[in-house]
């Protein structure tokens, strides 16, 4: 049975962006800069607009309050139509960039 239209489908997996289409021009301090291409499950997608962005925070190791940014998440339209939620991963992990879920059609 396909996936009912309008339904997410958690994926959660690391996608392996093209290191040429990072644009940091524009990109505010503190932010990633998206990759506008990459590769996931050995097809290519290319980004043709970000919708919203926001990011995850979690309290620090110990109680002095710090906070801490762990990941930043931003919902994506690809040039085909693919409704994309993509993040990535701060802190020193191999992999950064994941493809968090998609919308279906």
């Given at each position: 049975m396909p996936p009912k239209s309008g339904s997410r489908e958690f994926i959660s997996e690391a996608v392996d962006p093209d290191p040429a289409s990072f644009d940091c021009e524009g990109t505010a301090p503190g932010e990633p800069a998206w990759p506008r291409r990459?590769?996931?499950?050995?097809?290519?997608?290319?980004i043709a607009e970000v919708l919203r962005t926001w990011r995850t925070t979690s309290a620090g190791p110990y109680t002095t309050g710090d906070v801490y940014l762990r990941r930043h998440y931003a919902e994506v339209r690809t040039t085909c139509g693919e409704l994309l939620r993509?993040?990535?991963?701060r802190g020193g992990r191999a992999a950064r960039w994941f493809l968090h879920s998609r919308v279906h059609r």
């Open positions: 990459f590769a996931w499950r050995g097809q290519s997608y290319e993509l993040y990535g991963e």
